[in-house]
């Protein structure tokens, strides 16, 4: 077979999607823009601070930017923050209080959460400090809203945690539409619940986010989407400015909150990477929309399918063999600008229950922005794809990728 005949068909196929998020890109692209002209980006907001971080100009104003671009009362982004998981677990122990219910209306988190949450058990999570934890399952890949008001109803409900992003299930991740619904829903039941927003691999996908449809709380890590592959680490937090008092206070000190924190000269890679967000994640979105048509059409199992509208740039290769989905990983990290000579192997990650396998030839340690893939070692044996810096780097990877499914499939037979 032909691979470079098969990608031109499969573009050709594609012009009117891709022409689709062209459009989405320009949308986002226009409105951070906008952001960084109405909050007064200079020069003086590349300089940094150290010690306390008092009185740092560029933090300062790329908060008021995140601030205007999610349309909320206020923003903490910080260098502090190591990892998404990281921000979640400030905002969820900055909002609870011992005796508080949390609940999840997507079914489990992610699997770096069960131990912030103490579904497995760990002495400093939020279960050791007597917060307590409820559930619930998504029902063919919608909220179950029955369920959702029947626990309102009967319990005081301090926070709900909604993940948009599939994490490492076989669920859908969670539309904007229909994020929408769901928080007009429990909005009507209780007005003062806390709803939150693990926004990760989901930022400038469309061209609305969370606060917009009536989120209080959006968490999102910056070596995914808005870092663009510019950032080596943080994460933000954005919504009600009481809220984010909270936050900043536990993450950095009771009575200080967000005046203490250096930049520690990441304001230019914060701003850099946030002005090419849109154009990265355009990036991401038409490779993933690549990998969906060629492989369904060599008879893979994807999700989603290459004409679906998407919440995130995550891409999922359903493989039901162990071996199919290392071999897929091994091929993305061959494709890779750092370490291609490496071969991955599945290994005991921090956090996680299952072995998993990671293809991550990137800049930045983690960063799922730039092109990656990653999967536990677990039925039905998915490789979760996302990211890529540019598409051209994309497109060169899943050649790779689509040449050794094949040489695979052709030693089996």
Sequence with gaps: MNIKELIKNAENKLIDIYSKQDEIEFFNSKKVLNAFKENNVTEDCFNMTTGYGYGDLGRDTIEKIYTTIFKSEDSLVRSQFISGTH???TALFACLRPGDTMLSITGKPYDTLEEVIGIRDNPSSLKSFDINYKQIDLIDNEFDYNEIKKVLINN???????????????????????????????????KDVIVMIDNCYCEFVTTKEPIEVGADLVVGSLIKNLGAGMVSNG????????????CAERLNVAGEGREVGPSLGMNKQFLLGLYMAPSVVCAS???????????????????????EDRADIVQNIIFND???????????QAS?????????????M?????????????????????LSCDGPIREPYIAYQQGSLTYGYGRLAIMKAIETLLENNNTEE
Excluded: H
Aim: hydrophobic share 40%; proline share 4%; glycine share 4%.
């Design 87 to 89: 921000a979640l677990s």
């Design 156 to 190: 005081k409900i301090k926070l709900i945690e909604i993940q948009r992003s599939k994490g490492y299930s076989t669920r859908k991740s969670i539309t904007i539409e229909k994020l929408e619904n769901v928080i007009n829903f429990i909005k009507e039941i209780d």
């Design 235 to 246: 994460a933000y937090i954005t919504g009600k400015k009481a809220l984010i008092n909270l």
């Design 285 to 307: 979105i038409k490779t993933a929309i690549l990998t969906s048509y060629v492989l369904e059409q060599l008879d893979f199992n994807v999700e989603p399918k290459y004409n």
């Design 322 to 332: 162990k071996e199919k989905l290392i071999k897929y990983c091994e091929s993305i």
């Design 336 to 348: 890779s600008p750092i370490d291609a000579n490496v071969l991955p192997i599945p290994w005991d």
């Design 350 to 370: 921090p956090g996680y229950a299952d072995q998993v396998i990671m293809a991550a030839g990137t800049f930045t340690q983690g960063s799922s922005i730039e």
